[in-house]
């Protein structure tokens, strides 16, 4: 669990490097839920690898296309949506963080832009909603 | 044996040092310069100063009257050619500061701002918000970092400076990582120490401002000069002793006693809040000594109000004071008015250096807080010290630059059996000391409540005389000083220790100084003695270590040259 | 009135004598509300082990030095307050993620490498004689980088960053916010010389956007928002060729 080191950058003294311990994530809430923000990323992957290949067998025709219904495939589905929707949140309010605009000489409040994002994100959903919906008719 | 060596050493890593370390090879690119401190450098003192940096920049200011305030503010202690030389570098320095990148404020054109301070007549007071020593130290060290010729050695201890044949040719510090004793030679050393505000128990001061420069020099026969001349900056928090900068009054703060009433106006009419530091800690004391101060859990205290400036005016030029007030005291100063006292702020004494920052000690310099060059005399004012680790920190540079270019190589020969026999004294009389029951906190607290008590803002033949016996005493107890560590590694022990014996020197020479000025001047105000005395006084007190612990005092003339003595009256 | 009193753990640990840190428990009297962790360690220093060694100067939160770890999280010791922690323990060890030295002062010196290969100064094609005077520079200019100017060098960023745990490496948050300091001063001109050392695989790129830096800094810096604006730029920079230019 630990490692010790000669450091060379000065008078060779020894010191002790403590190693990051396995559970490291697991001592601060933040932490935690950086990880989880990363580890959401997965279960996406898995499931839109699995959509991929629902659209491939859909390209047959309405009978290729039959999507599972199973109670533990919908259980994966809404968890999957969760984290989908759970990093899409982090990533559109880091834009508050990152996008820095000046209108008028005067920056544009972080809170503006990540609102802004939020609406963007809400009027694509909108449109895409519709342009299915519209099509399934 | 090899020894590091260099052309230039500087002893500290301050405003002062590092500025004096860039002008060595800005003045000459194949000097080699060491640098030596026992902090990193952006950990040094110069880092808590606030309220500005003051340099003539204004069309409508003139050296003349910053040279004019800068005297009448010194009780014209302050040594008249050193002034008129200091204001004309003042505004270059500033402007170099501007092109490594100190973040100065700004007025609408884009020009550096100014803002009023005590003692001036005029807005002459560059700042960066209220953390102008920050900036200005960080600016500068990180500046530092492009020249491949300055080699640092960070928290470095000095123990003893090097001399031969009446040269200095280097020092002797301990590697605190290592706890290995390294001789270090120069052809010449610049002492950029800082200040001693820890000799005193309520100071504005770091930890690490313990007068190891002024010792260093006193030790090796250069005189301290003034050194009865202590700065007390009216506005610390009380308990922590923690600076709010002058600059709360120069943006309009008012002072108010326990009545609420601005009682300034009794003492300095004409510049209420804008008076010097001297006369304005002195009122307070009186007003504390005829019951007009509040009674708080750590002392007497005065208010500090600037309410009425605002939230926007105070989170733009004073925001590090909002989180003062937030952080230490539980107080926001846009809805609360600030506690304050006179708190121990600064020496003006320090070794004696000329304009040059040369002591008579040849290929030996000072700069900065632990030199006197004859600028601050009997009163500094408030922004000419950053001002001045720059004038005077660039002009030692540049003059031991000069003087390296013709000065002898240091020959290894002797430097060997004095780096043997200084670590000899520090390992027998510290490292491998056995006896001994004196704790180094107790002596150390002693002497800063004794200090606090005798050499304050007043003083009096009896305190002092009292003062002497006292650190006579705890000169004997630290004889019988207890070593608990005896680890060769970051010893922080051993290096409060030597801090100690450093700083009971200088309280020594504070103490004997203070004791034979009898006169009022400046900062230092005799109770038995309240009125300033030309005829006798006119002079620098220069004090010289002898075998005895009261120092051999000599006296030496004021330079004066525009400005006669006349009553100081604001 | 019983004297209230305080356990304070420190982490002891001195490397001839000692293969691993330990733990090591006082017991101080807690006299004072406006008591902070540095007084108690101050107080053990003065009156009960002098052998204690840690880091400290200015005690106003300006200086950096005395950043260590109290009860898990990395603070400024002259600024976290007894009061906030009574009647429960203090326990105080070294930062995190740096090598410790001895008890609670750790090795600071690979920051001091980065702080250095970031060129923290202003670097112009052509230096402005100081003849000239000052550049022009509005606070509006300013306020683009007063945010990232603030930093104190206290390393509780560095601390908190499990990336820079994990690959010592990595830049790190307050030396990435130091060259965002420089790049987006106006008096600046050295945003692409600096771009080989941020835009290294061990610069940005290698922050995952933990955000903890941001949490921890004791002067509102926002270290994790420099990295992420940087990666942007440095982005624009590689996708739009004319952003090469300066």
């Known amino acids: 669990m630990s490692a010790e080191t000669e450091t060379s950058s000065r008078v060779a003294t020894r010191t002790y490097k403590p190693a990051m311990p396995a559970g490291w994530w697991l001592r601060k809430g933040h932490y935690f839920w950086y990880m989880v923000r990363e580890f959401t990323a997965l279960p996406l992957a898995l499931w839109l690898l699995w959509l991929l290949y629902e659209i491939q067998r859909a390209g047959r025709g309405p009978s290729g296309y039959y999507p599972p219904s199973s109670t533990p495939f919908v259980v994966f589905s809404v968890i999957c949506l969760l984290f989908a929707l759970y990093h899409s949140i982090t990533f559109l309010r880091l834009a508050g963080v990152i996008l820095h605009f000046k209108v008028m000489d005067k920056p544009v409040p972080s809170g503006l832009v990540v609102a802004s994002q939020f609406g963007a994100w809400l009027v694509a959903s909108i449109v895409i909603g519709a342009v299915l919906i519209g099509f399934g008719r | ?570 | 009135m019983a004297e209230k009193r305080i356990t304070v753990r420190a982490t002891r640990f001195d490397p001839a004598k000692d293969s691993e840190p330990r733990l090591q428990s006082y017991d101080i009297p807690f006299s004072d509300d406006s008591m902070v962790v540095l007084d108690a360690l101050n107080y053990i220093k003065s009156h009960v082990d002098g052998s204690l060694s840690y880091r400290w100067s200015c005690r106003m939160g300006i200086c950096g030095s005395c950043g260590m770890t109290v009860n898990g999280t990395p603070k400024l010791t002259c600024s976290a307050f007894l009061r906030d922690y009574w009647p429960g323990s203090i326990t105080i060890t070294p930062l995190n993620n740096f090598p410790i030295v001895r008890d609670l002062v750790v090795d600071m010196e690979d920051f001091m490498e980065k702080l250095k290969s970031i060129k923290p100064w202003i670097i112009r094609k052509q230096e402005m004689p100081l003849g000239a005077g000052e550049h022009r520079q509005t606070m509006e200019q300013i306020d683009d980088f007063r945010q990232f100017s603030q930093c104190i060098n206290c390393m509780l960023c560095y601390a908190a960053c499990p990336v820079y745990g994990l690959d010592d490496k990595f830049l790190g948050p307050a030396a990435i916010a130091l060259a965002r300091r420089y790049n987006l001063d106006s008096r600046d001109q050295g945003t692409k010389e600096r771009l080989p050392v941020i835009a290294h695989s061990d610069g940005v790129w290698e922050c995952s956007f933990v955000g903890e830096c941001s949490v921890v800094c004791p002067k509102g810096v926002d270290p994790a928002k420099a990295i992420q604006q940087t990666k942007l730029d440095t982005s624009v920079r590689f996708i739009l060729p004319y952003g090469n230019r300066e």
Not at chain 2, 495 to 503: F, G, N, P, Q
Request: glycine letters at 10%.
């Open chain 2, 1 to 570: 044996m090899d020894f590091e060596s260099y052309d230039v050493l500087v002893v500290g890593g301050g405003l002062a040092g590092i500025r004096a370390a860039i002008a060595v090879v800005e003045t000459n690119p194949s000097l080699k310069v060491g640098m030596v401190s026992k902090v990193y450098p952006m950990r040094s003192h110069t880092v808590s100063a606030e309220g500005g940096a003051a340099a003539v920049l204004r069309p409508e200011d003139s050296y003349e009257t910053h040279a004019y305030d800068t005297i009448k503010g010194s009780d014209y202690l302050a040594d008249q050619d050193v002034v008129e030389a200091f204001v004309r570098e003042a505004p270059i320095e500033v402007i170099q500061m501007e092109h490594w990148g100190c973040p100065w404020s700004r007025d609408p054109d884009g020009k550096i701002s100014v803002r009023p301070f005590g003692g001036m007549t005029t807005w002459r007071t560059c700042f960066a918000a209220d953390k102008t020593g920050f900036h200005m130290l960080h600016t500068v060290f990180q500046t530092s970092l492009k020249y491949p010729q300055i080699h640092r050695h960070d928290e470095a201890f000095v123990t003893k400076l090097l001399v031969e044949d009446g040269r200095c040719v280097g020092v002797v510090a301990i590697d605190m990582r290592s706890g290995r004793f390294d001789a270090i030679t120069a052809k010449a050393v610049i002492l950029a120490t800082g200040g001693m505000g820890r000799v005193y128990a309520f100071t504005t001061n770091g930890n690490i401002c313990t007068g190891d420069g002024m010792a260093l020099a006193y030790r090796a026969g250069v005189g301290l000069k003034d050194m009865e001349m202590v700065q007390f900056h009216p506005t610390g928090l009380p308990f922590t002793g923690i600076l709010i900068t002058e600059a709360v009054r120069g943006e309009g703060g008012y002072l108010t006693n326990k009545d609420g009433e601005r009682f300034l106006k009794r003492y300095v009419p004409n510049k209420m809040e804008l008076g010097p530091r001297d006369i304005i800690s002195r009122a307070m004391i009186t007003e504390f000594e005829a019951g007009r101060g509040f009674e708080g859990p750590h002392g007497k205290y005065m208010h500090l109000d600037v309410r009425h400036l605002g939230e926007a005016v105070i989170d733009r030029k004073l925001p590090f004071m909002r989180e003062l007030g937030r952080e230490f005291v539980g107080i926001d100063i846009v809805h609360d008015p600030i506690p304050v006292r006179p708190v121990m702020h600064y020496m003006m004494g320090g070794v004696d250096a000329n304009i040059s920052g040369a002591t008579p000690v040849s290929g030996l310099y000072a700069a900065g807080e632990c030199a006197n060059v004859g600028l601050n005399g009997g009163n500094r004012l408030g922004s000419n010290s950053l001002s001045e680790c720059l004038v005077f920190g660039a002009a030692t540079g540049r003059a031991a630059a000069d003087y390296v270019s013709s000065a002898k190589a240091v020959s290894a020969n002797p430097i060997e059996g004095m780096l043997k026999d200084e670590t000899k004294r520090i390992e027998m009389d510290y490292l491998e000391k056995k006896s001994g029951e004196e704790r180094i906190g107790a002596i150390r607290e002693d002497m800063q409540l004794s200090m606090d008590a005798g050499a304050g803002v007043f003083r009096t033949r009896e305190g002092l005389e009292n003062l002497t016996k006292q650190l006579g005493k705890l000169r004997d107890r630290f004889g019988r000083i207890k070593i608990e560590d005896s680890s060769r590694t970051f010893n922080t022990e051993l290096m409060s220790v030597l801090e100690l014996d450093y700083m009971l020197e200088v309280a020594e020479v504070i103490t004997y100084s203070a004791l034979a000025r009898e006169e009022s001047r400046g900062a230092h105000a005799r109770r038995d003695f309240p009125e300033r005395d030309d005829e006798k006084f006119l002079k620098h007190t220069i004090a010289f270590r002898t075998d005895e612990i009261s120092p051999r005092l000599e006296y030496r003339d004021v330079r004066i040259t525009n400005f006669k003595p006349q009553a100081r009256a604001y």
